[in-house]
């Protein structure tokens, strides 16, 4: 079964700085897809950001940006310049043929 | 040892019909969710529900509603089912964080609903 892995349950980044959050991912498959979804204190899930596993581009969303690293099955979020609105819990996520599997999150809390 | 399970896998049903997922996590949590993904991947909190609280999202109909018979599973039934209830239905548990915040959540597999 694939299985998702966040490592870091717990991020702390300084306003204005960058952070990375970490995922790794376990699969046999070769096309699939990569989420990154983020929950503030609201609890609505907003995704983030996808990345297709054929592209070998890494996909980015304005100060969001993605590490793809297929051969390695790691997909981290690199968030540049963080604001306070962006701390909230992260998910990673892996879908193949309509079957998605969470990570276990990653909370992250910006400091000002 | 399966954390949070949820049955069925899938659910083709009939229009106007009622029928129920089911929802179980041995983790312990106090917490636990419905999601409702639609054919976008987008992500929507139904509830969120422990023994103190049921928040319910004010756009979920009320023909959605969820039942706790014990704190180690929520159901979700759903009355009535029109075509656009089709969708990937996950169920989440998490641990009450000391602040009251969302603490770290564990989905299930999902169900997916299929409404002809």
């Known amino acids: 079964a694939q299985t998702v892995t966040q490592s870091q349950p717990e991020m702390s980044v300084q306003e204005a700085e960058t952070v990375t959050l970490s995922c790794t991912y376990d699969t046999s498959e070769s096309d699939y897809y990569l989420f990154w979804y983020k929950q503030p204190p609201s609890r609505q899930m907003i995704l983030v950001i996808r990345?297709?596993?054929?592209?070998?581009q890494n996909a980015t969303e304005n100060r969001f940006s993605v590490n793809f690293q297929k051969a390695a099955k790691s997909f981290s979020l690199k968030i540049s310049d963080s604001q306070l609105g962006d701390a909230a819990m992260y998910f990673c996520a892996y879908d193949y043929n309509n079957d998605m599997r969470f990570g276990a999150g990653t909370r992250l809390t910006v400091k000002p | 040892d399966t954390a949070v399970s949820q049955t069925p896998k899938y659910l083709v049903t009939q229009m106007g019909n009622d029928k129920s997922i089911k929802c179980e996590q041995n983790?312990?949590?106090?917490?636990m969710y419905w999601y409702k993904q639609d054919s976008k991947k987008f992500l929507k909190i139904m509830f969120s529900y422990n023994n103190k609280e049921l928040i319910i999202n004010e756009t979920v109909p009320n023909r959605f509603s969820p039942k706790s018979p014990d704190k180690a599973h929520l159901n979700l039934h759903i009355n009535s089912l029109e075509l656009g209830d089709s969708a990937v239905y996950f169920c989440?548990?998490?641990?009450?964080?000391?602040?009251?915040?969302?603490?770290?959540?564990?989905f299930g597999p999902g169900t997916r609903l299929t409404v002809l």
């Open positions: 990345q297709e596993a054929y592209k070998q």
């Open positions: 989440a548990s998490s641990q009450d964080s000391l602040a009251g915040a969302p603490d770290t959540q564990y």
């Open positions: 983790l312990g949590h106090d917490t």
